[in-house]
């Protein structure tokens, strides 16, 4: 089955290009104009994956995104006409996976659709994800996608789980931000060193909601590496 992504957009030539550059990669597309219209629509028909964008009228992707959190975990790749850090952490940190700035490349966003895909659903199970992976009260099941912190469910996006198991399996190790990211992209997709913060920043949040205040910590000048996790 082709994934299903819908596509946000208030400006139809935009929809018109992500959809054909999706469509031509084998993926399945609807596309909507709004917020609102984002929200029903994965009521409607839960896609695999969002491409949302920040500056629409009414109601923003970046508010969409809010509410989305509140009952779903899809993947989300913010678009945006401004590249201002501010957009790109806010939504980072309100759950979204990517972000790409127009004017984009149609061929750059198909390949982190693809990464972001890749990491949320897996087609192909690997050997190494049927290894349960524990540290503390930190435990992480690759083959079902669960985290839980002393027996507390985390809802992780896909880049989020990645980037915690990357550190699981070296729990003794620093790892430099390309490090980090290798884990979570493959290595296919070159991402800003803020954006690499910003994943970490949702990861401690979610950790310290549970309890656990020591799950990342940051080595000054080198990157960073996994906390006590008691």
């Known amino acids: 089955m082709p994934h299903h992504i819908l596509v946000a957009d208030d400006d139809p030539h935009i929809r018109e290009v992500i959809c054909f550059a999706l469509e031509k990669a084998g993926m399945k597309t609807s596309a909507v104009s709004d917020g609102a219209a984002a929200l029903q629509a994965v009521e409607r028909h839960p896609p695999d994956l969002i491409v949302l964008d920040i500056g ?35 939504g980072l940190e309100m759950g979204g996976d ?8 149609p061929r750059e966003l198909v390949a982190r659709v693809n990464v972001i895909l890749r990491r949320a659903r897996p087609a192909v199970p690997q050997p ?27 809802a992780l996006t896909g880049i ?23 884990n979570a992209y493959a290595g296919k997709i070159h991402v800003a060193d803020r954006t690499v ?24 000048g080198v990157g960073f590496r996994l906390g006590r996790c008691g």
């Open 197 to 220: 913060d910003s994943h970490i920043r949702n990861i401690r949040a979610k950790l310290a909601a549970v309890g656990c205040q020591e799950v990342i910590e940051t080595v000054h």
């Open 160 to 182: 989020e789980f990645s980037i915690l198991k990357g550190f699981l399996a070296r729990p003794t190790h620093v790892l430099g931000r390309d490090a980090v990211m290798a």
């Open 128 to 154: 190494a994800d049927d290894t349960q992976f524990s540290h503390g009260k930190l435990t992480l099941a690759p083959a079902s996608h669960a985290a839980a912190f002393n027996g507390e469910p985390l």
């Open 56 to 90: 629409m009228p009414e109601m923003d992707g970046l508010e969409v995104c809010r509410r989305l959190r509140q009952r779903s975990d899809v993947p989300v790749l913010f678009l945006s006409a401004r590249d201002e850090e501010i957009d790109r952490i806010l």
């Open 98 to 105: 990517d972000y790409v700035t127009k004017p984009f490349s």
